[in-house]
């Protein structure tokens, strides 16, 4: 298998890309789907925009290094990325308040209706805000497993909650069939797209949907807690009226006016002042990532995927996979299910490959394929079947959790 993997790297035409990332010696890195690896320019251009535009430029820098634009300039930049049109995408806030903000805007525009409907075992945080608002009497949850969603579309729905690839298994939702159920239903849809965005292409304007949000730090390479990105299709713009009504999503936040009046389009989107320095780290990883191409990162993503797949089971039936076994079927990662998955990725990691563990029993690897190679692939099959094998995964120390993981 290492020489089929040689061969591939030498030959792979993302090759050339790992290089633009500050990858440590000695790591194999499958957790990019969770924080991104950093690329190598962020650092420059972090320094010129701390040292140069907030340490010389000062204030003056909101508009002649164009900082207030950088919403909707980074947004514009993500856009193409998710098949959405540049005004159509602002970076603000979290996924978690971007969620919140289009929850409530969209049992706005369904008045009479109360249900948002989602899955059990959806990302918290979606099911969390859901939940927030049902506190406000605003919104009522209701949960249905994949296969009952669209039985369960009925007149209560605003809105169809889900999240394109399911972050514990990495199973594909069909975004353009649910939307259209959904739809047929009267009612809207909002797509987490946290684990899509800069890894799967998808076209948001094709499937018809109606609103989508997601991460900046995990394949669009942003940075520790990046600025999020929010969608809403045009057609809604002028009928959008979200409830963190803050001076920056005001027509004229500088008019300083007594009364809220929503700003043109996505500006609207906007709540509080804009993280410069978040955003202008973001920008260089959707830089990064528009320039090598959602359509190639997805094609060599399956292809590590699979590779990886065929690696291990060169070693024997050692592990249990959880994400689907069809490739078209499931986002760049694949996740297994052992009882002691936390002690086997701490094991893992003790060895340089760093992936991660979800409860309750998920081991989960993600492949972010601008810096993978296939040599990683194989070394990495033989590092978990190694602990595996020799029971690794068994001594204390790695089965001790420290808070954050
Ligand atoms: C699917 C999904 N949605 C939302 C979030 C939360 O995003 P944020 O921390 O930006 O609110 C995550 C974080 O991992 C996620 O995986």
Known sequence: MLEEARARDAADPLAEYRDRFA????????????????????????????????????????????????????????????????????????????????????????????????????????LYMVEGLARQGLAECRLAPREALVGNLDESV???????????????????????????AGALVLWDLSHTAGALPVDLAAAGADFAVGCGYKYLNGGPGAPAFAYVAERHH??????????????????????????????????????????????????????IGVARLYAKSRELSDFFLRCLADRGPIVELVSPPDPAARGSQLSFRHPHAYAVSQALI?????????????????????????ADMETAARHLAEVLDKGEWRRPKFAERAAVT
């Open 23 to 126: 990858l440590p010696q000695g790591v194999i890195y499958l957790d990019g789907n969770s924080l991104g690896a950093l690329p190598k320019a962020t650092a420059s251009r972090l320094s010129e925009v701390v040292t140069g535009e907030w340490g010389e430029g000062l204030i003056r820098s909101w508009n002649s290094a164009e900082w207030i634009g950088l919403p909707q300039r980074v947004g514009g930049k993500i856009a193409p990325l998710i098949g959405a049109a540049p005004h159509e995408v602002i970076a603000a806030d979290s996924t978690s308040v971007n969620l919140f903000k289009l929850i409530a805007a969209a049992l706005a525009m369904r008045p009479g209706r109360k249900v948002v409907l989602s899955e059990p075992g959806n990302f918290p945080t979606d």
């Open 158 to 184: 605003a809105l169809l909650l889900l999240t394109h690839v399911h972050y514990r298994t990495g199973a594909l939702h069909d975004i353009a069939a649910l939307t259209a159920a959904a739809h047929r």
């Open 238 to 291: 002028a009928a959008l009226e979200q409830p963190l009504t803050g001076w920056m999503g005001h027509a004229q936040p500088f008019a300083f006016a007594d009364a809220y009046v929503p700003g043109e389009g996505m500006t609207r989107l906007l709540c509080g002042t804009p993280p410069v320095l978040g955003l202008a780290a973001l920008e260089v990883g959707v830089d990064l990532i528009a320039e």
């Open 350 to 374: 003790a060895r340089g490959v760093i992936g991660d563990f979800r409860e309750p029993d998920v081991l989960r690897l993600g492949f972010a394929p601008a810096y993978l190679r296939f």
